[in-house]
Nanobody, 125 residues
């Protein structure tokens, strides 16, 4: 299992953009990867996923469709989350994770045992 480190969070105003990065300790070309977020006092929720290999298929939760884009660079062992048109409702701690099975990223992520520290995204109105 690779270790992942998130970065790129910050504070922006409504309508602003941020790009999050998730750097893995090793090769991720055989892993599906995803981004997740956790609101204060709430459980972690799924945001976006990308399947294994370059040019993998993507999937998004409804609330971010058309605003967020997940991508990956297997050569850099990095997964990105481009976030545009941010709103205060996007304020959360964002995490990434990876698993050989896409199902475990989209539907069974609560069973994943290893999580990083996340990166805080704050959007002001």
């Amino acid at each position: 299992q690779v270790q992942l480190v998130e970065s790129g969070g910050g504070s922006v105003e409504t309508g602003g953009s941020l790009t999050l990065s998730c750097v893995a300790s090793g090769a991720i070309d055989t892993y599906a990867t995803g981004w997740f977020r956790q609101f204060p006092g709430k459980e972690r929720e799924f945001v976006a996923s990308i399947s294994r290999y370059s040019g993998g298929s993507t999937y998004y939760t409804d609330s971010v469709k058309g605003r967020f884009t997940i991508s990956r660079s297997n050569s850099k062992n990095t997964v990105y989350l481009q976030m545009n048109n941010l709103t205060p409702e996007d304020t959360a701690v964002y995490y990434c994770n990876a698993d050989p099975k896409l199902h475990n990223i989209i539907q069974a992520f609560r069973t994943l045992r290893s999580w990083g520290l996340g990166t805080q995204v704050t959007v002001s109105s």
